[in-house]
Structure formats: C-alpha cells, structure tokens
C-alpha cells in the first residue's frame, strides 16, 4: 500500500510563472531586434571591403574630388547624401536600427542597399571606359553577405538564450 506523503508545490507554481512571462514575451520585437542586429553585422562587414577611389592613380584626376561615397552609401539614403557625407557614415549600429524589419510569411527581411548609381558596376564588374577590356567586380556584398548567413545560426541562437534565460531564471 502506498503511502501519504506531502508535495510541495511552490516550484512547480513559480515554474509556471516563468511559463506564462515567457508566453508573454514579445516574440515580434525579438524577430526584428535579431533582423536589425544581422543586418548591422552585414554592414560592417560590407563597409569594411568597399574600395575607396585613389584619385592619384587617374590618368585625369578631379580636382576637390574626395574618395569614400561608395563607402559611405551603405550607410545613406540616396546617392546626394553619400556624396556629401551627411548622414549616418559611422555608426553601423544606429543606421541599421532605423532600417524597418518586415514579416514576409515567416521571414522577417531588412533590406540593405548602396543607393550609389555605380554600386551595381563596382559589385557585379563593368567593362571599361573605351569598351575594349572588362573590370572584374569587387563582390563586396556578395562576399559579406555569405559570411553572416554562416553566422547568422550561431547568433541567433545565442540571441534565443539570453530571451530565454531572461524569461526562466528571474522571478
């Protein structure tokens, strides 16, 4: 025969109460706080590769030009911005914070973009100037873009931990 015995339920209810803060948690802002965080990543990542122009090198140089709007693009919203070098250029972080994160079915997707009317010719090549020879592309975001797709697991997962641990581990 068996016999009685006391149960103590309070962990079991504390438990659920780190269930239901769970439940509760905000699993949008999550989806588009990771999406903004790749995003930065790719950035960096794509800002550190772009070339910067060495005027020096031009068979005709242009007097006041000053390289970098190539680089500085990733980080502007139109070609004007990138040139003049107002806008968001150094901080990576900031910029992709104000991209908006949008659910695409399951996905959710921050679009990155160079508005620089040259990106494409630097990224992908372009024939040269008197059409005789071809200039090979540069690959810069394609490059980068492959780097945090391998990464991007790791992170996320990493992200998904923290939440969690929040949720499970305070009371």
């Not at 339920?9 to 999550?30: C, I, M, N, P, S």
């Not at 200039?135 to 797709?149: C, P």
């Amino acid at each position: 025969m068996g016999r009685g015995g006391r149960v103590d339920l309070r962990q079991l209810k504390a438990f659920e109460r780190k269930l239901a803060k769970l439940a509760e948690a905000d699993y949008k802002k999550f989806c588009e706080d990771a999406a903004k965080e790749l995003a930065a990543r790719l950035l960096s990542k794509v800002i550190k590769r772009t070339i910067v122009a060495d005027p020096s090198t031009w068979q005709t140089p242009v007097k006041g030009y000053v390289g970098g709007t190539l680089r500085r693009g990733w980080t502007a919203k139109t070609h004007a911005e990138a040139e003049s070098g107002r806008g968001n250029g150094n901080n990576v972080k900031q910029f992709a914070d104000s991209l908006t994160a949008k659910k695409v079915g399951n996905v959710y997707e921050i679009e990155v973009i160079n508005p620089v009317e040259y990106a494409s010719y630097i990224e992908f090549g372009h024939r040269t100037s008197n059409h005789q020879g071809w200039v090979n592309g540069r690959f810069m975001m394609t490059i980068s873009a492959d780097e945090v797709e391998q990464q991007a697991p790791a992170i996320l997962e990493g992200k998904l931990l923290i939440m969690l641990r929040g949720a499970l581990d305070g009371d």
